[in-house]
């Protein structure tokens, strides 16, 4: 790829990180999920089930595409880093 | 509907805000690691890709933070709702029974009499009229039950549009197809696990990301200049207020609109949206909601009773008995503050002379709640008036936004436009409180605590001072007067 330059093990790093925190961030949206009927279940008044519902609905799977995100942005950056470790580093 | 409970289950409801909250203390982790994550590939990485991903590097970091800081607060007045629900509950099992004891103590005082003697009669005529009462206080629980709920549908209805703006019109499936529509993760999820997903792939999933901000609201490491966010957000306001065909026309734009506009900084609509809605929102919740999610808003823990939520504020900060005395006996600022209201007081308290009560109404506020000796009920109202001045008033919100801005902490607030409320309500007096709160923040500038504490209190009291200037004599000798007492107390406040 022509879109790199840098330093291969700063790239790595980064990636894993991001990899790392994407995962988590999944797992965090899947709880959010359950926590989020949860509340519906139990807020009684109807248009508060309702709106608990949506709001739920929506953050919990805005974190878990954020999730995807980091993950697609981690796996960019390994794929950078990998692509520069063969180009023998350098900018 | 006699002693009918309010429907819902107060202590399941606060198990599972128990665990939001801990979910959202783990966003707030994850934000610091994938800020870390992205600069450090953003050291070195160089190419002419590296703008596209430093782009997306703060777009995701404010799709976290808008999560966390929106969770944060929905979970702070779902707290407030859960407790009013509760003791609706309980007050209107006691009425119940009251009503049973007074029915069962007038069947047992009429009974030795003949059932159609007027003594008789009377005893069930005035336990009726007196069940009939309680009856009435049980209406009355069940009707604040409701009007706390419609308050939190504002609310929650406000946070969903954050997230998806119109999306408090969609229904719950609809909105999780939205989300992913926007976000462009649909299929990439197995692509990843497979090992399979290409370049395209994922750059395309950062597309929406990407153009979230304008390139000045990004750092060289893909963080986000907060400051200068949270001022291209105020602008965004101020020309929504200014121009109401052109609010009516972002208010008509939906996510997708907003996402595939073709510039950068489709987010600063969304967020000046949300700021409006969370605005109102907050305006029509009922003031026992209020008060009681305080409880709930100190670094997003859940805690139990407000006395609980005041501990934790003593437990970081007090002040000693001569501090107090000192700002009861302080004879330059009584004496200042009388020549203030001799001189008149402001029609509007957005005058020039109301910055100034504002400015003083925090330091009066903030020296209630920090006192030890402050009745727990002069503290909740010291602390609602601060969060009233603070959401009510230009000087009160510019002092808020000061403090948050000195102590890096736009962050959270600055995106969804919300105004907090406690913890801001100390901003003059407890600005080391805040400064304790976000340590690490204080700590990666390389300042030590002490000195962060000055330095933020200075801030808040530029924030008072500023507001003076220009002001009338006795503006300025009031406003020096509130100054020489932050500095010359402040040193006394023990923070740990």
Do not use: C
Not at chain 1, 19 to 48: I, Q
Not at chain 1, 72 to 81: I, V
Not at chain 2, 57 to 81: I, K, M, N, P
Not at chain 2, 144 to 170: I, M, W, Y
């Amino acid at each position: 790829m022509a879109n790199v330059g840098g330093d291969p093990s700063h790239l790595s790093g980064g990636a894993a990180s991001l990899h790392a925190s994407g995962t988590a961030l999944e797992h965090l949206g899947g709880t959010l999920t359950g926590a989020g009927r949860s509340v519906s279940g139990s807020a009684g008044e109807p248009a508060l089930v309702a709106a608990a519902e949506r709001f739920f609905s929506a953050w919990s799977t805005l974190v878990t595409d954020t999730g995807t995100q980091l993950r697609a942005a981690g796996q960019l950056a390994s794929s950078a880093a990998a692509d520069l470790a063969t180009a023998g580093g350098g900018h | 509907m006699g002693f009918e409970l309010p429907p819902g289950d107060p202590d399941a409801l606060l198990g599972a805000l128990g665990t939001i909250g801990s979910v959202s203390g783990d966003l707030k982790t994850q934000g610091e690691s994938t800020r870390r994550g992205f600069a450090q590939a953003l050291a070195t990485w160089k190419g002419p890709r590296a703008d596209d991903f430093r782009g997306a590097s703060a777009g995701l970091q404010l799709q976290v933070s808008e999560a966390q800081s929106t969770l944060d607060r929905a979970v702070a007045d779902l707290d407030g709702y859960a407790r009013v629900l509760k003791a609706a509950i309980a007050e209107i099992r006691h009425l119940e029974s009251q009503a049973h004891h007074r029915r069962t103590q007038a069947d047992s005082d009429a009974a030795s009499l003949p059932s159609d003697s007027v003594e008789a009669t009377q005893i069930q005529q005035h336990a009726a009229q007196a069940v009939g009462l309680l009856e009435s206080q049980a209406e009355e629980e069940r009707q604040k039950v409701r009007r706390a709920a419609a308050g939190l549908v504002g609310v929650l209805n406000a946070g969903t549009a954050l997230a998806v703006p119109g999306g408090e019109k969609l229904s719950a499936g609809d909105l999780a197809r939205r989300v992913h529509q926007m976000s462009g993760v649909d299929g990439i999820s197995r692509a990843i696990a497979a090992g399979t997903l290409t370049g395209p792939q994922a750059w395309a999933a950062l597309d929406t990301p990407s153009k979230a901000l304008k390139p000045e609201e990004i750092n060289t490491d893909g963080s986000i200049d907060w400051k200068k966010l949270a001022d291209d957000v105020r602008e965004q306001e101020k020309e929504d207020h200014e121009n109401p065909a052109k609010a009516l026309l972002d208010g008509s734009l939906d996510a997708w609109t907003l996402a595939t506009a073709p510039t950068g900084g489709w987010a600063l609509a969304r967020l000046a949206i949300a700021s409006r809605n969370f605005a109102l929102a907050k305006a029509a919740l009922p003031l026992d909601v209020m008060k009681l999610s305080q409880a709930a808003l100190d670094e997003g823990r859940i805690l139990e009773t407000p006395a609980q939520a005041i501990d934790s504020v003593e437990g970081l900060l007090t002040l000693t008995d001569a501090d107090v005395a000192a700002f009861q006996a302080d004879a330059a600022l009584s004496s200042a503050a009388e020549n203030v209201v001799r001189s008149g007081l402001p029609e509007v308290l957005d005058g020039t002379v109301g910055k100034l009560f504002v400015g003083l109404g925090f330091l009066g506020d903030g020296l209630t709640l920090a006192d030890p000796h402050s009745a727990t009920d002069d503290k909740w109202d010291a602390g609602v008036n601060a969060a009233g001045l603070a959401m009510t008033t230009e000087t009160g919100s510019t002092l808020v936004a000061g403090g948050l801005e000195a102590t890096g902490l736009v962050a959270a607030d600055a995106a969804v436009g919300w105004v907090p409320v406690v913890g801001w309500g100390l901003v003059a007096v407890t600005a080391g409180y805040e400064v304790y709160k976000h340590w690490d923040t204080v700590k990666s500038w390389g300042v030590d605590a002490w000195h962060g504490t000055e330095w933020v209190a200075g801030k808040a009291w530029d924030g008072i001072s500023s507001a003076a200037s220009g002001a009338e004599h006795g503006l300025e000798d009031a406003a020096k007067a509130t100054g020489n007492f932050i500095s010359d107390h402040l040193p006394h406040i023990s923070l740990w």
